[in-house]
């Protein structure tokens, strides 16, 4: 069982900066992968960013340019550091693992947390 806690949301002007942190434990994480989904009201959920556990690739969609996902194996935690953000960019930030994903389908992830607000003013 893994359990996932998001922070780091909040209210945040047009073209700012923050740090999403998800923080892992109940087991390690070696071989999963994690990644960053986001949802907006009336929206289905979007991929964000996706690593491998364990210093492996990061996967991004077609779009991105302006967030980076990172980890740090010591502190069992994975950041989405996200810049210049937009009005658009306003959702609940969720983090989700699994070990064998297909990366950018939210349906694959088995374990997620309860997600972290993000709202952008313009």
């Known amino acids: 069982q893994v359990q996932l806690v998001e922070s780091g949301g909040g209210l945040v002007q047009a073209g700012g900066s923050l740090r999403l942190s998800c923080a892992a434990s109940?087991?390690?994480?070696?071989?999963?992968?994690v990644g960053w989904f986001r949802q907006a009201p009336g929206k289905e959920r979007e991929f964000v960013a996706a690593?491998?556990?364990?210093?492996?690739?990061a996967y991004y969609p077609d779009s991105h340019g302006r967030f980076t996902i990172s980890a740090d194996n010591t502190k069992n935690t994975v950041y989405l550091q996200m810049n210049s953000l937009k009005p658009e960019d306003t959702a609940v930030y969720y983090c989700?693992?699994?070990?064998?994903?297909?990366?950018?389908?939210?349906?694959?992830?088995?374990?997620w947390g309860q997600g972290t607000q993000v709202t952008v003013s313009s």
């Open positions: 989700a693992a699994d070990r064998a994903v297909v990366v950018a389908s939210a349906t694959s992830y088995k374990y």
């Open positions: 109940g087991r390690t994480l070696a071989s999963y992968f």
């Open positions: 690593i491998r556990w364990g210093g492996g690739s």
